[in-house]
């Protein structure tokens, strides 16, 4: 199984929480990562902070976020 893969599984599964959520939901992601349903609009969290409303969330522009943080820790780490 490839990264790639991997990557479109994380996708699909944000896209099913932005779809199928309901208020309360937390969808757990890497990167010590978070999706939240508050309010009947979609937020995002990071290593525990207050979630920030997202305006328009798009599950590909979500999963480059994640990945994006992904690098950073792992910079930050060496």
Known sequence: M???FF???LISMVARFIC???PGDILTLPS???LHKHDGRI???RR?????PLHEPLSHEIV????RWGKED???AA
């Open 74 to 76: 792992l910079q930050e």
């Open 43 to 45: 937020c995002m969290s």
């Open 2 to 4: 490839t990264s790639s």
């Open 32 to 34: 010590m990562a978070a």
């Open 7 to 9: 990557r479109d599984q």
């Open 20 to 22: 199928e959520a309901k």
């Open 64 to 67: 480059a976020t994640i990945e």
């Open 48 to 52: 525990g902070s207050l979630p920030v």
